[in-house]
């Protein structure tokens, strides 16, 4: 088992203006949390500082460093992992804000935005990419996760059969995505 203690999700929650309402175990040991936040950029702050903790996982690394083999360039590695995450989990809606960690999200194969952008970020910064977690919307209502590359940021979404690169609204339009008020 590994990710960060209960006392430090609470001490990175009060860091971001954000609450523990609840935690629980998972299956597998770990722990997912109940969190409020004042606001979205609040919670995404919060994401990107356990996300931080996340790459140090051995498990989580291994995953990253199997998935990215054999790659030709730094290039090759963001978007084999990018298309791990995005074609790997099923996006789900949640009834209730939880926070899973990365590992539990890749095992269980379910995630919702800002769990899958949290995943993508941690297996990216275990292989050493600058990487994070950017918002949507306005007021912002969706997680993606991009990565520097060139001098700029560079789209990873998650969520939807986007391309490396490619910003998550244009990817809706394209692919007709009209339902999603997250990517509108």
Known sequence: MFGPSVEQVRALARKHRCSVVETYALPDGERAYFLECRSHRDKVRLLDDLAAIDAFDPALRRLAEQIAAGAASRLEQIERLHAFVRDHVVHT?????TFSPPMWVLQSRIGDCDDTARALVALLRALGHTARLAT???????????VELGG?????????????????LDAAARLGIATRPDLR
């Open 136 to 146: 949507l919307g306005d007021p912002p209502s969706h997680v993606a996760a991009q």
């Open 93 to 97: 809606d949640e009834p209730i804000e």
């Open 152 to 168: 700029g940021w560079y789209w990873l979404e998650t969520t939807i059969a986007a391309h490396p690169g490619e910003h998550p």
